[in-house]
């Protein structure tokens, strides 16, 4: 075993694998916001609705404002109360200067949430939360306007930011057929919610994937077949006395977290050597041993989503000038 020596002269355990941080994965991606926005002869600006007391929404509205305003995007955060946040995201949908909207959820903590999400406009939409986005990502469809097929759908940005850290890690095999690039490979997904978790595994499954997609309720198997050769990704429920988080993880290349507990932790004991390690919630759900099982670990994604809520955008923006570009040609 590897091994490095204390001040104290004791020696301890040296981590075979790698901590990759999500500012690494990031820079080319805001590096190419950078050179798309300056294209462009007009500032984008989102606009973040933020009706609770979330220190996570917070946090997170935080890093958007100090991500978007350096490279030439303009963030402006409005907070209002739960009451009146309908209202403001009709003004938000009808004023012309807001290219992207997005809304810190949980406010009421139920379907109304749902509900309000719903009343974005999926024109300005940088989350990719809108349903017709989802709809197009449980069916694996990847444009807006077939048969042209030149405005690409957005994808929500967290499963986005996902799936770019999957390929800096080396999970997705380039070698294979797009589409096809997760074949082979197991991947478990602790967190089932409608805004990422489940996304998330149908996204990965759509790709190729074998994901066991974990939470409370027990797990389900998403897949496109042993053989790919259905379109679109289907749902099985899975035995629970089978089939655990437990009996699971040591099968599978990739482990990702997003349970938004403070005191929730993944056991290390089951994590095979060598697995892929990432955690998406904004709470720690590893110990620090799994340094020493993980192969690469990536202890959390904020910079790598946000730098996809700014991609998004930009594909926002294109998909409206090809749009307009159609209507002035007919």
């Known amino acids: 075993m590897n091994t490095a020596t204390t001040p104290s002269g004791a020696s301890t355990p040296k981590p075979a694998g790698r901590t990759i941080l999500a500012s690494t994965i990031a820079k080319p991606y805001v590096e190419e916001v950078v050179q798309e926005v300056s294209k462009l002869d007009f500032?984008?600006?989102?606009?973040?609705?933020?009706?609770?007391?979330?220190?996570?929404?917070?946090?997170?509205?935080?890093?958007?404002?100090?991500?978007?305003?350096?490279?030439?995007?303009?963030?402006?955060?409005?907070?209002?109360?739960?009451?009146?946040?309908?209202?403001?995201?009709?003004?938000?949908?009808?004023?012309?200067?807001?290219?992207?909207?997005?809304?810190?959820?949980?406010?009421?903590?139920?379907?109304?949430?749902?509900?309000?999400?719903?009343?974005?406009?999926?024109?300005?939409?940088?989350?990719?939360?809108?349903?017709?986005?989802?709809?197009?990502?449980?069916?694996?469809?990847?444009?807006?306007?077939?048969?042209?097929?030149?405005?690409?759908?957005?994808?929500?940005?967290?499963?986005?930011?996902?799936?770019?850290?999957?390929e800096y890690l080396g999970v997705y095999n380039t070698l294979l057929h797009y589409g096809n690039r997760l074949y082979g490979k197991k991947v478990l997904v602790v967190n089932r919610s409608e805004v990422v978790g489940r996304p998330l595994a149908a996204l990965l499954a759509n790709d190729g994937a074998t994901v066991y997609s974990a939470d409370v309720t027990g797990i389900q198997r998403f897949t496109r077949g042993d053989d790919l050769l259905e379109q679109r990704h289907k749902v099985e429920d899975l035995n629970s006395s089978e089939y655990s988080v437990e009996k699971v993880a040591p099968f599978c290349d990739v482990i990702i977290t997003g349970v938004p507990l403070e005191n929730y932790k993944f056991p290390t004991e089951?994590?095979?050597?060598?697995?892929?390690?990432?955690?998406?919630?904004?709470?720690?759900?590893?110990?620090?041993?799994?340094?020493?099982?993980?192969?690469?670990?990536?202890?959390?994604?904020?910079?790598?989503?946000?730098?996809?809520?700014?991609?998004?955008?930009?594909?926002?923006?294109?998909?409206?000038?090809?749009?307009?570009?159609?209507?002035a040609s007919n």
């Open 43 to 166: 500032k984008p600006k989102i606009v973040g609705l933020l009706a609770n007391e979330d220190p996570a929404a917070k946090m997170y509205a935080s890093w958007t404002a100090k991500t978007c305003e350096p490279l030439g995007f303009e963030y402006e955060l409005r907070s209002v109360g739960k009451n009146e946040l309908e209202a403001a995201l009709i003004r938000a949908n009808k004023d012309d200067d807001v290219h992207g909207i997005m809304v810190y959820f949980p406010v009421f903590g139920d379907s109304q949430d749902t509900y309000l999400q719903q009343q974005i406009s999926p024109e300005k939409d940088v989350e990719g939360l809108n349903f017709m986005y989802y709809h197009n990502l449980y069916h694996n469809v990847r444009f807006l306007d077939p048969p042209h097929n030149e405005q690409k759908s957005l994808i929500p940005c967290t499963s986005l930011a996902m799936v770019k850290i999957l």
């Open 270 to 327: 089951v994590v095979s050597n060598g697995t892929v390690i990432i955690n998406f919630a904004s709470c720690k759900n590893f110990n620090d041993d799994i340094k020493m099982k993980a192969g690469l670990y990536v202890p959390s994604i904020g910079k790598v989503t946000i730098a996809m809520l700014l991609r998004n955008l930009i594909r926002l923006i294109n998909n409206r000038q090809i749009r307009q570009g159609r209507l």
